[in-house]
């Protein structure tokens, strides 16, 4: 079954600290991983997309496909980082079964 | 450019009662979805509309009906509310699979 998972209910760290928000998924074939992001009060928005490879904020994640992991990653976080991050699945060109992740809520502390 | 635009923002109901979510996007997308959000359990899909004139049932679809009025507009529709459908309603519109959804703002719903 598809499934996604984000063993991290709650992650705080402190500013300037490293942070990695960890996704975990099933799929039996090739799917689209993406990042959403929601700061509070303000909508859900698109953070960023596996295929193209890029760094939003600083932020980057990479495909492992053998230990089926989107990981979500920055070096140095900031304040403004705090918000619930999403990682969610879509399989391949199919548009009608995108899987969510519960969530993380990310902490950064001053 | 407004994107994807829900109304109402708030909305409390009693049991029983019945309401319905509007959701319209100006970005011209084909496919447009109904999500709700709970603590713990990210975002389930309610009801999607892959094209104007279909419909089709997501992962918790029970105790809701959805619209597709024409290719902008796409509504949710509660017929007899109960409170285990409070929640915060994600409408959200998507051109292609691998562009990722844009979101409405939300309407968070208590049914008392």
């Known amino acids: 079954a598809q499934r996604v998972t984000q063993p991290e209910k709650l992650l705080s760290v402190f500013k300037g600290a490293p942070v990695e928000l960890k996704c975990n998924y099933s799929?039996?074939?090739?799917?689209?991983l993406f990042w959403y992001v929601q700061y509070s009060r303000q909508r859900l928005q698109l953070l960023l997309r596996h295929i193209s490879r890029e760094s939003i904020k600083g932020f980057t994640a990479d495909l492992n496909k053998g230990e089926t992991s989107f990981h979500l990653k920055k070096p140095f976080a900031q304040e403004e980082d705090s918000a619930m991050y999403y990682c969610?699945?879509?399989?391949?060109?199919?548009?009608?079964?995108?899987?969510f992740g519960p969530g993380t809520s990310l902490s950064v502390i001053p | 450019n407004a994107g994807v635009t829900q109304t109402p923002k708030f909305q409390v109901l009693k049991t029983g009662q019945s309401m319905t979510l509007q959701c319209a996007q100006d970005m011209n997308h084909n496919s447009m979805y109904w999500y709700r959000q709970d603590p713990g359990m990210g975002l389930r899909l309610i009801y999607y509309s892959a094209s104007e004139g279909t419909t089709d049932k997501g992962e918790v679809p029970n105790g809701y009906n959805v619209s597709r009025l024409n290719k902008r507009e796409f509504s949710l529709r509660l017929e007899s509310a109960a409170p285990s459908q409070t929640s915060v309603y994600f409408c959200a519109a998507l051109r292609r699979g691998i562009e990722g959804y844009t979101f409405g703002s939300g309407t968070r719903l208590t049914v008392v």
């Open positions: 799929y039996s074939g090739s799917p689209e």
């Open positions: 969610a699945l879509s399989p391949g060109t199919s548009y009608d079964k995108v899987i």
